[in-house]
């Protein structure tokens, strides 16, 4: 039997994480002096509240080659094979740490570690493929390549409510931070090749924005592998987050569609009011 470990930026919901018996590997948030885990002692408004008190962006770091060590020894000693998947290494060293920790307890050969090349529910609908494939019976070698098949399809991008946390962390110039909040700018950003990059600017009310740009994702959406489709949010307005799930539902396509609340880690750098829809392409 295989088991799946995913690493707390996956941004899977605990009714989710339950459904598909994943194990989660939590990442770390560190505000001032002190260290927390990510989805086990730290919520995201807690974190914005600190934000916003000392107007600074929380730091954030991979687990532990300890910490995967620990978890990984647990399933290796009941006889397991393991796949690892972990945020886009391009932005994390989670997944080297998986790594290290497998090599350490001579597991090389039971352990798969994959790099999403992904964050949030981007990396989580990589997560769920891996684990139905477990609960059929496939191997963690077949699991790893079929996931890796995967990956280049799985499209995910969100828009940001305020330009003051991605400043805060530095990746903004102060100027547009400035500017975005005067008038009301709104980035999509979108990961590709595990990267994040911006692409569409959108103005005006972020209710408006969040409904134009799920729309302007109708024809790809159409398109779109229709096992399930994500929302994930930072924490938005009901209202809104409401609005897309109803203009999906309207397209008639998707089999499930699932509504998240993203993680600390992601939170961190995002900040509130950030939604993304998040699938895997039929192309």
């Known amino acids: 039997m295989v088991k799946i470990i995913a690493d707390s930026t996956c941004d899977l919901?605990?009714?989710?994480?339950?459904?598909?018996?994943?194990?989660?590997?939590?990442?770390?948030?560190?505000?001032?002096?002190?260290?927390?885990?990510?989805?086990?002692?730290?919520?995201?408004?807690?974190?914005?509240?600190?934000?916003?008190?000392?107007?600074?962006?929380?730091?954030?770091?991979?687990?532990?080659?300890?910490?995967?060590?620990?978890?990984?020894?647990?399933?290796?000693?009941?006889?397991?094979?393991?796949?690892c998947l972990a945020i886009s290494e391009s932005m994390s060293s989670t997944a080297n740490a998986m790594r290290l920790a497998a090599e350490k307890l001579g597991a090389g050969d039971r352990v798969k570690v994959i790099d999403s090349a992904n964050l949030s529910t981007g990396m989580g609908m990589l997560v769920i493929a891996a684990s139905l494939m477990a609960s059929q019976g496939a191997t963690a070698a077949q699991i790893a390549a079929c996931v890796e098949e995967i990956k280049p399809h799985v499209r995910a991008s969100f828009v940001v409510d305020t330009l003051t946390y991605l400043h805060r962390g530095g990746r903004c110039s102060g100027a547009a931070a400035l500017v975005g909040g005067t008038l009301q700018l709104h980035p999509k950003i979108v990961v590709e090749n595990g990267r994040m990059s911006p692409a569409k600017k959108y103005r005006g009310r972020m209710?408006?924005?969040?409904l134009a740009y799920a729309k302007d994702m109708e024809s790809d959406l159409r398109t779109a592998v229709k096992d399930r489709v994500f929302i994930t949010h930072s924490g938005c307005k009901e209202e809104d987050i409401e609005a897309v799930r109803q203009y999906l539902e309207s397209l008639n396509h998707f089999d499930e569609i699932l509504i998240t609340r993203a993680g600390g880690v992601i939170s961190s750098h995002c900040g509130p009011g950030t939604l993304g829809v998040l699938y895997i392409s039929g192309n």
């Open 207 to 210: 209710s408006r924005t969040i």
């Open 13 to 83: 919901s605990p009714e989710l994480i339950e459904r598909y018996g994943v194990d989660i590997l939590p990442l770390h948030i560190i505000l001032g002096d002190q260290d927390f885990e990510d989805g086990r002692s730290i919520t995201p408004d807690d974190i914005y509240r600190w934000s916003d008190e000392n107007r600074s962006t929380p730091k954030t770091a991979a687990c532990s080659q300890a910490d995967a060590e620990e978890k990984l020894a647990r399933y290796l000693a009941q006889g397991h094979e393991v796949v």
